[in-house]
């Protein structure tokens, strides 16, 4: 079926030193979204993005929608230990609903 | 304030004593769903409501039921709990099936 794959599925981190995760779909997504849930929380929308090639930033994370929009990727810069949690994408692959991708769990070494 | 609030939080059960837990947003949405998360699986789908009286299945909804007779809720129905059911579920509402998505704080069930 209709698939949005993440990877990786761990991400451990020195304080400070930089993270991705990559986001990928079978299919053409009208959009991306990205939430982040801290340990023993829930997922909290962090930004959506349309159109093909966007790039947005908030502070330190940097999100990108590829050009076929069929891949997405954040990026984390100097990591903090308030960005500790998992990481999830999610796209719409056909009109229905939204599809999540396995999420990534980072975890930072102070 | 906007909310989607679930109960119970935290609930353990033994296997096939019906539980409902239930779902409420005061958003207006029309788009509701319930996901369950289990480690290294993510959030899988278990149902979800286009809107009042339409519910459709997700990618897990053996074991389960819903109904959306309202629009601001939505509970889960476990007929007949299994322990393979033991998993910590969220609710979600959005506007529209594709937008953002508010989540719960989780129902975490245990079932013996």
């Known amino acids: 079926g209709q698939q949005v794959m993440q990877i990786p599925q761990y991400q451990h981190v020195q304080e400070g030193e930089d993270f991705t995760t990559y986001c990928n779909s079978s299919?053409?997504?009208?959009?991306i979204q990205w939430y982040k849930q801290r340990p023993g929380g829930h997922p909290v929308f962090l930004i959506q993005l349309v159109k093909s090639g966007e790039v947005k930033k908030q502070k330190r994370l940097t999100f990108q929608f590829g050009e076929a929009k069929k891949n997405s990727s954040l990026h984390i810069t100097a990591t903090q230990t308030t960005d500790v949690g998992t990481y999830f994408c999610?796209?719409?692959?056909?009109?229905?609903?939204?599809?999540f991708g396995q999420g990534t769990r980072l975890t930072i070494n102070p | 304030e906007a909310q989607v609030t679930q109960n119970p939080r935290y609930l353990i059960t033994v296997t096939g004593k019906k539980l409902t837990v239930t779902c409420s947003q005061n958003m207006n949405h029309e788009y509701m769903s319930w996901y369950r998360q289990d480690p290294g699986l993510g959030l899988r789908q278990i149902y979800y409501?286009?809107?009042?009286?339409?519910?459709d299945k997700g990618d897990v909804p053996e074991g389960y039921k819903v109904s959306r007779k309202e629009k601001r809720n939505f509970p889960l129905i476990l007929e007949s709990p299994s322990p393979n059911q033991t998993s910590l579920y969220f609710c979600a509402s959005s506007l529209f099936n594709t937008g953002e998505l508010f989540f719960g704080e989780g129902s975490r069930l245990t079932v013996l």
């Open positions: 999610a796209g719409p692959p056909g009109a229905q609903k939204l599809v």
């Open positions: 299919t053409t997504l009208s959009n």
């Open positions: 409501s286009m809107n009042v009286e339409v519910t």
